[in-house]
């Protein structure tokens, strides 16, 4: 397989500043580990925005992403500070889940590509 198709596959799903050192062990790798990684299986990390723009709340993109721990806490967050009597702690903890959210959607976006780097390097090595 043509290292430039490989490079415009994984355009997307890594990060931009990896693609010449990609594109470098693409041209070092033999053929049979090219091959393979038509068989690695990567994350968009689209879907791992989208997620997190509409489930992220419940912890779907960290699931997504694959970091369990994350998502459970997330839901915790999200019952607890659902189910508190007291309004300023339960608002306190719904703000803190709010903040996080957004935040992932930058730290999930970069975290899958970042899975993803790792995957292709794993790879190519």
């Known amino acids: 397989m043509d290292s430039n198709v490989i490079l415009m596959m994984l355009k ?11 594109q470098e062990k693409l041209q070092n790798a033999d053929e049979e580990k090219v091959n393979n990684l038509s068989l690695v299986p990567l994350k968009n990390p689209i879907i791992g925005l989208i997620l997190g723009l509409f489930l992220g709340s419940f912890g779907a993109d960290r699931f997504y992403k694959g970091d369990m721990g994350l998502g459970i806490a997330k839901i915790a967050l999200l019952f607890v500070g659902g189910a508190t009597t007291f309004l300023v702690i339960g608002g306190f903890l719904l703000l803190i889940l709010v903040i996080w959210c957004v935040a992932d959607y930058f730290f999930v976006w970069k975290g899958i590509q970042q899975d993803n780097l790792n995957r292709v390097l794993q790879v190519l090595n």
Request: hydrophobic letters at 55%; a neutral charge; charged letters at 20%.
């Open 12 to 22: 997307d799903k890594i990060p931009s500043q990896a693609l010449i050192i990609v």
